[in-house]
């Protein structure tokens, strides 16, 4: 049983960092896109989380099948968990099950860009037709200035939507509302503003001490009580507004799962976006799926798989279902790229 302070010790980082500091973050934490330890005990393996007991990807695919939400957790910036993503939504297909796509790294207020570019024919023939379609729908979405990789990770999931008509939708907030959120939380906005953002009503001063404690680290361990007080007022709002998304979408189409692709904090223990679902719609089934990298030195399932206490409440295990992967190559210290906005923030205080 891990405690909150001890929980840390072993958490990887650039994850949380990047949902706090959004999209543009990502092309700086990697050098290359080549995978570590292929040849990993684990690696490729899928676990059940009560009992630890490996599954075969036919087995946990039959559960998915029966599920009204399959989240699929991701690291963002690696590879192979996009590329396990896009062979899930494959496999449920040609199951003969036809998932609506969500995707935390796009808005609400994008879903209408990506329903028009699923819906629309190419003006033209070949190649050339479908590059002006994909340049197009980049530049709505505000995609240009990041990386090649980074776009293509998420747009060959968005393509086989397309070719194959399947819903997709943007579930999170938008960049500019996260950021206006980080410099002001939910009270500093105006009436506006606050018609955009979804307050929560979500309380639970134990998982808002670990969210504080989490962001801190994320960090570097800098971070004065207003300004994480801000971040978990965005943190929240994101997590509902990606819930409302879900709830709303699978209303619409209740014999079809949503499949959600996101960063596995916004579902560990089955909390954040996981919770929020099952406040809005209580008979809603969900399966918490987490793509895991590996560690070259941790070999046993169980060392990824520990529950959290925190002052003497259990918040269970992390994740219901682990599919473990390659890792990417050793990342740039997020805390050197942190430390260059750290002084700009502490002048805004």
Same mark, same amino acid.
């Given at each position: ?33 080549? @995978? ?5 005990? &684990? $690696?490729?393996?899928?676990? +059940?989380?009560?009992?630890? =007991?490996?599954? *075969? ?108 008509? @399947? ?5 999170? &907030? $938008?960049?500019?509302?996260? +950021?206006?959120?980080?410099? =002001?939380?939910? *009270? ?162």
């Amino acid at each position: 049983m891990l405690t909150i302070n001890n929980y840390f010790n072993g958490l990887r980082l650039a994850g949380v960092l990047l949902s706090l500091v959004g999209v543009a973050a990502c092309s700086s934490l990697h050098k290359q896109p080549a @995978l570590l330890h292929t040849d990993h005990p &684990l $690696s490729g393996k899928i676990y +059940k989380a009560d009992g630890l =007991v490996q599954v *075969s990807f036919p087995e946990l695919l039959d559960t998915m099948s029966k599920s009204d939400v399959i989240y699929l957790g991701e690291n963002h910036d690696n590879t192979y968990h996009h590329k396990t993503q896009l062979d899930v939504i494959k496999a449920l297909v040609e199951k003969g099950v036809r998932p609506a796509i969500g995707f935390e790294f796009f808005s609400r207020h994008q879903t209408s860009h990506l329903i028009k570019h699923q819906k629309a024919k190419d003006s033209g023939h070949g190649s050339h037709a479908k590059g002006d379609a994909e340049k197009r729908l980049r530049r709505q979405l505000g995609w240009d200035s990041n990386r090649d990789q980074d776009w293509q990770r998420l747009y060959a999931i968005l393509q086989y939507a397309r070719e194959n008509k @399947l819903s997709v939708f943007g579930a999170d &907030l $938008s960049a500019g509302m996260r +950021k206006r959120m980080s410099k =002001v939380g939910y *009270s500093g906005l105006s009436p506006v503003e606050k018609l955009l953002v979804p307050a929560s009503d979500f309380k639970d001063e134990n998982y808002r001490e670990y969210m504080h404690e989490n962001f801190v680290r994320a960090h570097c361990g800098w971070g004065n009580d207003a300004y994480l007080a801000r971040l978990y007022d965005a943190w929240l709002s994101r997590n509902e507004a990606m819930a409302q998304s879900i709830v709303a979408t699978h209303k619409d189409v209740p014999d079809q799962p949503v499949v959600m692709i996101l960063g596995g904090g916004h579902i560990e223990f089955n909390m954040a976006v996981y919770e929020r679902v099952e406040h809005l719609q209580a008979d809603i089934r969900q399966i918490n799926l987490r793509l895991q990298e590996v560690d070259a030195e941790s070999i046993e399932p169980g060392e990824y798989l520990q529950p959290l206490e925190i002052n003497e409440q259990n918040y269970g295990l992390p994740h219901e279902y682990v599919w473990f992967t390659p890792s990417m190559p050793d990342r740039i210290d997020h805390c050197a790229v942190f430390n260059k906005r750290k002084e700009k923030l502490n002048k805004k205080e």
